[in-house]
């Protein structure tokens, strides 16, 4: 019904910056929050950001100042631009979004597929 493609991850050193880009297609009737979480290697998954339809961003604390996400609702799509990376950024990070299908007007939450950032020299 929804599905969310995820780009942009990769290798970068420490210090360095990366952005990632989350696309919501199929078949939409409105998208409320969207945001990313990240789960590394033996950690529990957790929100790194998310931003509201109306475009209220809100962070978790270990990100503040160095990532930012926005939001273009013409493109249902989301951007988290991750500046003065540190080797804990590493990660899978995945694309979320809590979504209305015009199937069956239900509200659910999807999930991209994820995509690995490393961060390391």
């Known amino acids: 019904q929804v599905q969310l493609v995820e780009s942009g991850g990769g290798l970068v050193q420490p210090g360095g910056s990366l952005t990632l880009s989350c696309g919501a297609f199929?078949?939409?009737?409105?998208?409320?929050?969207m945001g990313w979480y990240r789960q590394a290697p033996g950690k529990q998954r957790e929100l790194v950001a998310s931003?509201?339809?109306?475009?209220?961003?809100n962070y978790a604390d270990s990100v503040k100042g160095r990532f930012t996400i926005s939001r273009d609702n013409a493109k249902n799509t989301i951007y988290l631009q991750m500046n003065s990376l540190k080797p804990e950024d590493t990660a899978v990070y995945s694309c979320?979004?809590?979504?209305?299908?015009?199937?069956?007007?239900?509200?659910?939450?999807?999930w991209g597929q994820g995509t690995q950032v490393t961060v390391s020299s």
């Open positions: 979320h979004a809590e979504a209305t299908s015009v199937v069956d007007f239900e509200t659910n939450d999807y």
């Open positions: 199929g078949s939409i009737f409105s998208i409320n929050a």
């Open positions: 931003i509201t339809s109306g475009g209220t961003p």
